[in-house]
């Protein structure tokens, strides 16, 4: 637990970002609502805001995840969150577990976009808040009240829940 | 990181269970929201909540504080959640730091009742619980995105936020 | 204003009733929330609820005109308001208008559904219900804080806004 | 219905505007929220936005009401929306109804604040908006998705309904 480190957050896209259009129809990306959320919930931990990419992970291709570690290693902070769509999620978690060694990366998402009612999104984003400060380093995915480490975890496509591989 | 390990939630009241009554213009207590937040975050971590009381942590006295003590010590978890009023938090803090011993406790409330528009009471309860899995014992406090050990934390009148101590 | 006459609320659809799917990350019909949205905003006025059917209004026939037409005429009161998809909203209130004698019927819907936060539902409904008690007769479309006879109104596609067709 | 005769909204404080103070766990004033609200619901009608006052309509006296009806008096337009708290609604519109002539007003005020959750504030604003288009003239109550004249409604205190006087 280290209080006053900085948490650099590395914002990618997914449900969590995601937006309704009211002409279309659609869900769409508009400007990353972390801003809004992390001064909404009074969040008081010190983190820097980075926007890499605002994607449907289902989007995402080999290009961005290479993005997204060049960003996690050359980051001065060692400890690091990524929103990031749930669908390759654990897809980005392998590339990031295979690379990164000495820094705390914690990935987060949502099923339901923080500007929809009922949404999953804030209490996420508090379970990789606290992991990200307390785990000494490794890269975890934070989704459903629970923590995982990138190499034991997959997302149920039936359930939409994420669960581990093997206990 | 467990996983597996039902975590024990100790329900005592507090800003994050308050409600509108529109006839008095009061914010007063009906049954706990717990049930219905954790549901609606799609929360799968195992749980088992326990209602102690629901009071302004204000009207807490030490028999109140000696209780909740005892449900800490006598339940069969050894992870425990304690949601619980902002203002009395650290000194509840103090008991069950004082005489817990080999369990890991995490007391966590909000600022703004969860019935609100804007609060902060899912993001402070996903701090609460990844800390609660992942660290292995002592009494804790998660407020504001951070986590304090009991014995080195306040509550801060003049901005309603929780500090360090000393560094 | 007649107070005490009961309003028949018949559901057809519409934006105003759907659901965001976390799993296919699609908009859907689940139930009519019209019952939970008029206990929420305390409405007193007496209605009755008739659901004749859920469905995206560009996905509405003939046929399904003709229910709706025909359910209007059947049913006791003179009061009704038809919640309605808003891409073919003004096709229905002209069926409606051409072939209903002696009733006020008033058209709503909402461009963002009420699950969602932002909704434009509550203040539509709003206008409905005073539009629908007020009137004598005649078929109406109320949206966007206006209230609009059937044969003067379109839905300007890009800024999904009604407006009249001449002054 | 004009449709596009400007409408004024005279803001005087009440429940439909008050915010919750995380420090003193009161209900309080900041600024009104009706212009957020008339954008977040689309609405499209022609308005005039002023603040008279932001009180609790239980602090209002005499002097306050005479401001109140002065300002409807001397605004152009004679199409007029007052919102403003239920205890003394009432007693501010029997000063207008006895005082104002040739003017369309309609009161308007809610039961739960507009950025708490599960708020009358939306329908109730919505019913105002069409009622104030509609009447020819006179001074009216709209509350409970119903609209009453003046002069013959209540408050029931115990069930903090709106209701008439007498059939």
Known sequence: ??????????????????????????????????????????CKARFVLEEVMLKDSLQMRSEDREEILRRCVD????????????????????????????????????MIPYTFGASDALFNLGCAFAAVQVFHQGVYITMNGKIFPWDNVRKNKESGEFEKLKD
């Not at 650099?8 to 508009?30: A, H, N, S």
């Open 75 to 110: 980051c001065p902070e060692s400890r690091i969150i990524v929103t990031h769509g749930t669908d390759t999620m654990v897809e980005t978690g392998r590339v990031l577990g295979n690379n990164v060694k000495g820094k705390t990366i914690v990935l987060v998402g949502a």
């Open 1 to 42: 637990m280290t209080g006053e480190e900085s948490i650099r957050i590395l914002m990618t896209g997914g449900t969590i970002d995601k937006e309704y259009d009211p002409l279309t129809g659609e869900l769409t990306f508009g400007k990353s609502h972390l801003s809004n959320i992390l001064n909404q919930v009074r």
